[in-house]
């Protein structure tokens, strides 16, 4: 994938749709 430089509210919402991806995996195994 080639670098794309983003813009702050870009880079914020990435890092909080990803933060959000582990937390509901961490939800699913802790549930397991």
């Known amino acids: 994938m080639p670098?794309?430089?983003l813009?702050?509210?870009q880079r914020v919402a990435v890092l909080h749709a990803v933060?959000?991806?582990n937390e509901d995996k961490n939800e699913h195994?802790?549930?397991k």
Do not use: M
């Open 3 to 5: 670098p794309v430089i």
């Open 29 to 31: 195994y802790k549930g």
């Open 7 to 9: 813009s702050t509210g």
């Open 19 to 21: 933060a959000i991806h």
